[in-house]
C-alpha cells in the first residue's frame, strides 16, 4: 500500500483510493476532516498556531488560524458538506512539564486550542482526539475506508537483544576510518568561514574543480530553497544569482549531504533524514545569530556539523535501531543519556573523534561538543547557545527527521538561554519548515 507523508504545513484532500496518508507529529497538530457520504477526506498537518504578521498571506497552511479556513474551503470545493463532516485530531506535545505562560514550551497546546475552536465555530464534530502528551505520534488516514490511526512513533520490528553491540575505541576508530572524510576543499571553505576572509574566486576555482559536487550545486540552486530562475548552468552564474552567502551554503550542503548520506537508517527517521535536520538547524541557527548580531556564516556551519558524531553511532544502532528508538521515544531522558546507557559512548564523543581525525575548525568542534551538554559550561558563548536552541526547535517542531530526544529540565534551560519574543519565534519556524520541505523536494 502506498503511503503519502503529508508534510507540515500542507494538506492533502482526496477520493477513496488505495493510499494512506500519514504525518509525524510533534508539537505539529495533526487534523483528518472526514465526509463519508461523499466520499472526501483530507489530513492537514499543522505547524504553528499563528503567522507572526496576520496581515501577510506568506505560507498560509503552515499555520492553523489563516490554514484552516484554506482547508475547509478545499474540501467543500471537492465536495464535501460541511453538516456532514466529522473530525479527528492528534499531535499538539507538549515539549515537558510546562509554565503556563511559556509559550515555545506550550505551542502545540495553542495550535490545538485554534483548532478546535474553529472547529467549534464551524460546527464540525470531534470523533477522535489523541493531542498533549509528551512524545511524536504518527496519525495515519487510510483513504481505502476512511479509518484514522494514531501510534507512537517508533518502528513495528521487534527486537533482538542478541545483535546489541557495545563499540570499543577501537571499533569507532575503525569505522571513522571507513567513512568518506570531507574533502580538503571543503575544509578549506570551513577555514575561511572561521578567518571571515574568504575571497569567492578562490571558492569557485576550488569547487569547479569538482564536477560532482559543481553539478550538484547548480542542483541546490534549482531547489526552492533558493527561489532562483531555472536555467542557471554554471558555477559563475550561480555565484552571480545566488550572491555569496547563499553560494557558501549551497557549497557546504553539497559537502554535507555527501557526508551524512553514509548515515544508513539508524538516526534518520526517513530517508535523508539527518541531512534534513542538519540542513533546517542550520537555517534557525543563522537566522539566531542575524538576531542576535552575531557571525551568521559561523553558525550556519556549526548547524550544519552539529550532530555529525551520528554518522559514525549510526553504524551501531542500525541493527537495534527499534529497541534505541522505543527507548528514546518513551523513556522521556535525553538522547545522549541514552547513548551513554546502551552503547556506553554518545554522538558527542564520536562527534569529537571525527572533529579531531578531519580536523574540523574549531567552531565545529564546539558545537559539536556543545550542543547537547545539559548546563552551559560554555555560558559566555552565545553561539554555543544558538546552535542548541536551533538544534531543539528542528528536533521538536519538525520532529521525524533525525532521532533526537531533550530531556524536559534541559529543554526549559535551552529556550531561557536564547531569549525570543512570540513573533520572532514564529518567524523562524515558519522559514524553518519551508526550508525542510525544499529539501525533501
Ligand atoms: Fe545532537
Ligand atoms: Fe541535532
Excluded at 204 to 211: A, L, T
Excluded at 415 to 421: E, F
Aim: net charge negative.
Amino acid at each position: 500500500m502506498s503511503v503519502r507523508i503529508v508534510d507540515s504545513g500542507t494538506f492533502y484532500i482526496g477520493k477513496r483510493q488505495i493510499l494512506t496518508l500519514e504525518a509525524i507529529l510533534g508539537t505539529c497538530v495533526g487534523l483528518a476532516l472526514i465526509d463519508r457520504k461523499n466520499d472526501i477526506a483530507g489530513l492537514y498537518h499543522i505547524l504553528l498556531p499563528e503567522p507572526p504578521d496576520p496581515g501577510t498571506d506568506f505560507q498560509r497552511e503552515a499555520y492553523a488560524s489563516t490554514g484552516l479556513p484554506v482547508f475547509l474551503s478545499e474540501m467543500v470545493r471537492r465536495g464535501a458538506d460541511p453538516a456532514r463532516l466529522e473530525a479527528h485530531i492528534a499531535g499538539g506535545a507538549l515539549v515537558g512539564p510546562v509554565s503556563e505562560e511559556d509559550f515555545i514550551m506550550n505551542i502545540g497546546g495553542e495550535t490545538f486550542d485554534v483548532v478546535e475552536s474553529f472547529l467549534r465555530e464551524n460546527n464540525i464534530p470531534i470523533v477522535y482526539l489523541e493531542t498533549g502528551g509528551f512524545f511524536a505520534c504518527r496519525i495515519q488516514l487510510d483513504m481505502r475506508n476512511f479509518s484514522v490511526r494514531v501510534d507512537p512513533f517508533e518502528s513495528p520490528e521487534g527486537f533482538n537483544i542478541e545483535r546489541f553491540p557495545r563499540p570499543t575505541r577501537e571499533d569507532l576508530i575503525g569505522t571513522v576510518s571507513q567513512l568518506k572524510p570531507i574533502p580538503q576543499v571543503a575544509l578549506k571553505i570551513l577555514d575561511m568561514v572561521k578567518r571571515g576572509d574568504y575571497s569567492f574566486a578562490e571558492i569557485s576555482e576550488e569547487v569547479r574543480k569538482d564536477q560532482v559536487i559543481a553539478a550538484k550545486i547548480l542542483a541546490f540552486c534549482q531547489s526552492p530553497m533558493f527561489r532562483l530562475p531555472h536555467g542557471i548552468q554554471s558555477i559563475d552564474r550561480a555565484l552571480v544569482v545566488l550572491g555569496e552567502r547563499r553560494l557558501l551554503q549551497a557549497v557546504l550542503m553539497a559537502y554535507c549531504e555527501d557526508v551524512f548520506r553514509c548515515a544508513t537508517g539508524g538516526y534518520s527517521m526517513c530517508r535523508g533524514g539527518l541531512f534534513n535536520h542538519a540542513v533546517t538547524t542550520a537555517h534557525i541557527a543563522q537566522a539566531l545569530a542575524r538576531s542576535f548580531n552575531l557571525p551568521e556564516d559561523q553558525a550556519y556551519t556549526a548547524g550544519l556539523l552539529h550532530d555529525i558524531g551520528k554518522i559514525v553511532l549510526d553504524h551501531y544502532i542500525h541493527p537495534v535501531a527499534p529497541y534505541f528508538y522505543r527507548k528514546v521515544l518513551n523513556e522521556g531522558r535525553s538522547l545522549v543519556e541514552i547513548e551513554k546507557s546502551v552503547f556506553g559512548v554518545t554522538h558527542i564523543d564520536t562527534g569529537e573523534i571525527l572533529c579531531r581525525e578531519w580536523e574540523l575548525p574549531d567552531a565545529v568542534y564546539r558545537a559539536v561538543r556543545g550542543h547537547e551538554l545539559s548546563e552551559f559550561d560554555e555560558a559566555g558563548n552565545m553561539l554555543i547557545r544558538i546552535i542548541k536552541m536551533a538544534n531543539f526547535l528542528s528536533g521538536t517542531f519538525l520532529p521525524g527527521q533525525s532521532l533526537s530526544a531533550v530531556g524536559a529540565a534541559d529543554a526549559a534551560g535551552i529556550v531561557r538561554g536564547v531569549p525570543l519574543g512570540k513573533g520572532q519565534l514564529l518567524e523562524v519556524l515558519g522559514a524553518a519548515s519551508e526550508v525542510s520541505r525544499a529539501v525533501k523536494s
